[in-house]
């Protein structure tokens, strides 16, 4: 069973538009991160959460809004999509100082 | 910032060779590191850890650790098609936060 899930798997959208992408982990972590991955820089740091509380972020644009409804959820808003947005969205987990697990990714694509 | 810089890019092994991945980092304060391994189409997973300097093995694989020289490696011995994949180091920050290198191709030829 997927200890990280994500949802959904695949999604194409148009410019302008506002996805939502879904993380849910069953690791009993307490630590969530958002990390992006595309051609042009891949694995790049988000977001990080704790206890459902922002701890660091690294996204320039205010587009991108995570948000955190249970401890166990942390979801990704991305509003005004553009195509420069499209990319693989990897949701992660962790306890402190240890490696993290990763969901299998959302890959976007904007048109 | 943390910066981590990886080498080769690409790298080409033959089927029971030796391969070795190079890692770079740029805050001597660093004290945790991994290496990350992902296969087309999947999420990068761990796949091993090294906090202290020296070497530290885990079957096939040799990871090294030099901090003054801001420098961490991966030795994959007796390379296996199966280890054909992205391999990234990762370096933690201060705030719990993974800053993970640009990856290194590799691909085992059999």
């Known amino acids: 069973d997927p200890k990280i899930i994500q949802k959904p798997k695949y999604l194409v959208a148009v410019t302008g538009s506002e996805k939502i992408l879904i993380c849910e982990q069953y690791?009993?972590?307490?630590?969530m991160y958002w990390y992006r991955q595309s051609a042009k820089k891949p694995l790049e740091f988000m977001f990080s959460?704790?206890?459902?509380?922002?701890?660091d972020n690294q996204t320039a644009s205010s587009r991108f809004q995570p948000q955190s409804s249970k401890k166990n959820h942390l979801d990704l808003q991305i509003t005004a999509l553009k195509p420069d947005d499209s990319a693989t969205y990897f949701c992660?987990?962790?306890?402190?100082?240890?490696?993290?697990?990763f969901g299998s990714g959302t890959r976007l694509l904007v048109i | 910032q943390q910066k981590v810089q990886q080498s080769p890019e690409s790298l080409i092994v033959p089927e029971g060779g030796m391969a070795s991945l190079n890692c770079t980092f740029s805050?001597?304060?660093?004290?945790y590191f991994w290496w990350y391994r992902q296969h087309s189409g999947e999420g990068p997973k761990a796949l091993m850890?090294?906090?202290?300097?020296g070497d530290k093995k885990e079957g096939r694989f040799t990871a090294h650790l030099n901090k003054a020289s801001l420098h961490v490696s991966l030795h994959i011995k007796d390379s296996q098609p199966s280890d054909s994949a992205l391999y990234f180091c990762?370096?933690?920050?201060?705030?719990?936060?993974?800053?993970f290198g640009s990856g290194t191709k590799l691909t085992v030829e059999p």
């Open positions: 992660a987990s962790s306890h402190r100082n240890s490696d993290y697990t």
């Open positions: 690791l009993g972590h307490n630590a």
């Open positions: 959460y704790s206890y459902q509380k922002l701890m």
């Open positions: 805050d001597r304060n660093s004290q």
């Open positions: 850890s090294i906090f202290s300097n």
């Open positions: 990762a370096v933690m920050s201060n705030y719990n936060v993974l800053y």
